[in-house]
């Protein structure tokens, strides 16, 4: 941006323009028309050096006056830059744009005016943003809705060739086809949750919830699904002590659903599950002894439901502790 005018240029030609100024005019004064003058009144030179202090005092103070309304000036401009400037700004609102004189543009009005464009710069990113956080929540959803019409008629063909004669091979072929199409399916709901927690369109209500009746709970749930698959369940549920966390018991409940829900697909060879809720120490634990994260599994995802996991207990103000190793995984949820 070009600079107009200098503050501080114009500063120092006011106040050396002020302090050389009048001795010239003194000097001038006095050769052409002052000395004759003088003669004639008798002026001595005691008058004359009063004369001279007289002056030089008046250019102290009139520079110290000068000096000290410049300044109050340039603080009070600087201030309210800084007030300007110190704005909290939150999730909706950015600092207001700052007032300046086009006319004048010294060097605050140009440190104004780059604070100006850089104020909406930020409100255009931020509204690029938006913008395309929307559309990608749109899309998602939209591929979610889309996708679930050829699953669900791939599942059509599938139960109709079920009904073929065919060898072994092709129904075990068949049996994985319908088993693909059923983890397609959940992880495209995984997907669309996590586009509705991430834009706040998933309810969310804080309670104070009872954390040793929760995980009771969903340990009875799931404990068909553990049996079914031959997973030796080791439960240490006190019954008589808990605590209590401000949580939403629907959210708690997604949280240990999804890790049941890994241990039946990554770490069911290791035929062990250990949940436990740590009343001492606030904590629910759940371990398995699979291959570990680390290692591949055939049915391994992208982590849409860690995330949402990881999501809700962020906002819940929970964390998840992983140690993972070829051994087992352990997973301990506590406070954040």
């Not at 008058?47 to 340039?74: E, H, P, Q, R």
């Not at 009904?163 to 709901?189: A, C, F, P, W």
């Not at 829900?261 to 809720?277: D, L, P, T, W």
């Amino acid at each position: 941006m070009k600079q107009n005018r200098s503050l501080f240029r114009r500063f120092l030609k006011v106040h050396f323009l002020f302090i050389f100024f009048p001795p010239i005019v003194l000097i001038f004064f006095s050769a052409f028309f002052g000395f004759s003058d003088i003669n004639e009144k008798g002026m001595n030179t005691l008058n004359l050096f009063y004369v001279t202090v007289l002056l030089f005092g008046f250019i102290i103070v009139a520079f110290v006056i000068l000096s000290w309304l410049f300044f109050l000036k340039l603080q009070k401009r600087l201030a309210r830059l800084q007030e300007v400037m110190s704005f909290p700004a939150n999730n909706n609102s950015f600092p207001k744009s700052i007032s300046v004189q086009s006319d004048r543009m010294d060097e605050i009005d140009q440190l104004g005016s780059s604070y100006n464009w850089m104020i909406q710069q930020l409100e255009d990113s931020r509204k690029r943003e938006y913008e395309e956080e929307l559309l990608r929540h749109r899309l998602i959803a939209n591929l979610s809705h889309d996708l679930r019409t050829p699953l669900t008629i791939l599942r059509g063909h599938v139960t109709r060739l079920n009904k073929e004669s065919m060898s072994l091979e092709g129904q075990n072929s068949l049996t994985e086809i319908n088993h693909t199409i059923t983890r397609v399916g959940d992880l495209m709901d995984d997907l669309l949750s996590y586009t509705l927690l991430t834009s706040g369109k998933h309810p969310f209500g804080p309670v104070s919830t009872d954390i040793g009746r929760l995980v009771r709970a969903s340990v009875a749930a799931w404990y068909p699904v553990f049996e079914e698959k031959e997973i030796q369940l080791d439960v240490d549920l006190p019954a008589d002590e808990t605590f209590y966390w401000e949580a939403d018991p629907t959210w708690m409940t997604r949280v240990l659903d999804n890790l049941f829900q890994n241990i039946i697909r990554h770490a069911a060879e290791g035929k062990y599950a250990n949940i436990a809720v740590d009343v001492d120490k606030e904590l629910i634990i759940v371990a398995d002894r699979g291959p570990g994260m680390d290692n591949s599994s055939y049915e391994r995802g992208a982590g849409i439901g860690l995330s949402i996991s990881n999501y809700m207990l962020k906002k819940m103000k929970l964390k998840a502790d992983f140690t993972s190793n070829e051994n087992g995984t352990r997973v301990a949820i506590g406070r954040a």
